[in-house]
């Protein structure tokens, strides 16, 4: 087992190499690393209530669940007080939704909802109209629905409860319907923006270059790390045809500059290394101390026979300590070895993912390591 997971770890540092082999598919388009300027989004929230849970929702001290439900009845013209209405099948939520900027009225979206009170689940329940507006303040759509949460929560009567999955924030494809654009017209102008996901001064200009080989008088410039103006030629406004051509420049492959970054989660134990990752030269001993500590108890009683209050039961622990080094070994690293080498190497150490974290960040206290390290 202990095996297993060092080989998984060098295969996910490996990876970084292996994904940066120069081959025709491994090379992605424009459109797998970067948008076009009229292809953002708003972010959308809302306040709504979930309706037929299963006895899972909010309990009746949860003043603004309450509050809203008898807001809702009243506007349907029936009147109920306060104090007679019951909450335990209605939840209160947060809806959000992500809307594209290029969104026309009536298309559909994905909405969140996650539990405001104190439900216990909202397995089972439907979303009734709830506006969503964006940092405007303005609404732009109305989201209702089923929710999905893709699991489930039960209890039993003596504490005893089995869950899969999170019940408590759930999803409504297509839930929401936009009623308001965003205000971003058609491509009307006389240039296209190409914005980079992550900016980086050579993959902008790798673009610029790349667009500028594929097309015949094409001007594509790139003006900071994060954006490439392309000019749209003179018969493709005439034709009407831009989005022919904007689709053609998505296509074309650029190969994208990566930053030499380690990334670690300390939580998993799991190590991504890019290709550009390098270590120079360098030796390492990696050993361990193990410390087992053992303890039982042990019950003394008075011996026999012995006078009425002069002798008591005592319970005391007994404990073993016991300590073990791990033998080291040294691994020598030439300069500017490879990521694969270094995963063969650290696997050749026998060390654990903890192990490689910790040899990574003495690396860089070394300034062995050109690379950045990320800790998620």
Known sequence: MRRNVLLSVGLLVALGFCLGTDTAA?????KDISRVGTDGEIRLIGYGLVVGLDGTGDSKGTEFTVQSVTNMLTRMGITVPKNKVKTKNVAAAIVSAEMPLTARVGTRIDVTVSSLGDAKSLEGGTLLL?????TDNKFY??????????????????????SKNYTLVGRIPSGAVVEAEAGVGGLQS????????????????RISKAITMAFDDIEAVALDPAMVRVTLPEEVRMSGAVVDFIAKVETTRVHPDVAAIVV???KTGTIVAGDNVTIGAVAIAHGGLSIEIRSWPVISQPPAFSAKGTGQTVV????HIQAEVEQSRL???DESSSVAEVARALNALGVSPR???AIFQALKEAGALRARIKII
């Open 26 to 30: 491994a090379i992605p388009r424009i």
């Open 130 to 134: 709830s506006p969503l507006k964006g």
């Open 141 to 162: 759509a109305t989201a209702q629905g089923p929710v999905s949460v893709g699991g489930f929560k039960a209890a039993g009567a003596g504490g005893d409860q089995i």
């Open 190 to 205: 006389d240039y296209v923006d190409i914005m980079l996901f992550y900016p980086d001064y050579t993959t902008a200009s």
């Open 264 to 266: 670690i989660n300390e």
């Open 316 to 319: 005391t622990e007994d404990s």
């Open 331 to 333: 691994v020598a690293f």
């Open 355 to 357: 192990d490689i974290i």
